[in-house]
């Protein structure tokens, strides 16, 4: 069984200011961890993927996100907020143990003050 | 390389009447998977289907909802008499042969049932 926790539905930084969204995992066997993020009326669309490789996984957009077992914790992290970071982004937990589909979190909304 | 590709973008019906929503996987790929997006939630699983075969229905509800991927022509997810908690918007992903950790997704139909 695989599940995802996402602290806080909201999160509100100001434009410049480091971004820290927080995502806690379980899983029985070896996860691969995601982060997607949805804009506004859109898909999903891949930031980053931890797959047994590198704990530290680098993303598009200055996204990055650590994976750290003893903490069962795969945050993002972005060190200076913009505009346009604004929108829903989602933790997301699959494993190799089956077909691959994976479990998301409830998602956090990043909200970026100017 | 055109990306998943979902059909209508926006559908609304009433309660009652069929929706029928359409999913082209990207190039290359053989493994479709479908979720529901309800307002304030993540994704939840609901179908995932190889070329001619449901792979795993778990999350699919067991009455007025279906789904098919033909060996010719996009993915369908079938929903019969829908009612207004069909409302949501629902969204397609795909991913290369077995093995792949990744999936990516379509823009997603969003369903309104008046």
């Known amino acids: 069984a695989q599940s995802v926790t996402q602290l806080g539905s909201h999160v509100s930084v100001s434009e410049g200011a480091l971004v820290l969204l927080r995502c806690n995992y379980s899983?029985?066997?070896?996860?691969?961890l995601f982060w997607y993020v949805q804009y506004p009326n859109q898909g999903l669309q891949l930031l980053l993927k931890?797959?047994?490789?590198?704990?530290l996984v680098k993303g598009i957009n200055g996204f990055e996100a650590e994976f750290k077992k003893s903490e069962t914790s795969f945050h993002l992290t972005k060190p200076s907020a913009h505009m346009s970071d604004a929108a829903e982004y989602f933790c997301?937990?699959?494993?190799?143990?089956?077909?691959?589909?994976?479990?998301f979190g409830r998602g956090t909304s990043l909200i970026v003050h100017p | 390389n055109a990306g998943v590709m979902q059909n209508p973008r926006h559908l609304v019906r009433r309660r009652g009447q069929e929706a029928r929503l359409r999913c082209s996987p990207m190039?290359?790929?053989?493994?479709v998977y479908w979720y529901r997006q309800l307002p304030e939630e993540g994704l939840k699983f609901m179908v995932y289907l190889q070329k001619e075969n449901i792979i795993d229905e778990s999350g699919m509800p067991k009455e007025r909802f279906s789904a098919e991927f033909p060996k010719e022509g996009p993915s369908i997810l079938r929903i019969q008499q829908v009612v207004r908690g069909d409302s949501a918007a629902y969204f397609c992903?795909?991913?290369?042969?077995?093995?792949?950790?990744?999936?990516?997704f379509g823009p997603g139909t969003r369903l309104l049932v008046l």
């Open positions: 931890y797959t047994s490789a590198a704990t």
């Open positions: 997301a937990v699959s494993s190799s143990g089956g077909s691959y589909i994976p479990t």
């Open positions: 899983s029985s066997v070896p996860p691969y």
């Open positions: 190039k290359g790929h053989s493994h």
């Open positions: 992903a795909s991913s290369s042969v077995a093995g792949e950790e990744t999936q990516y």
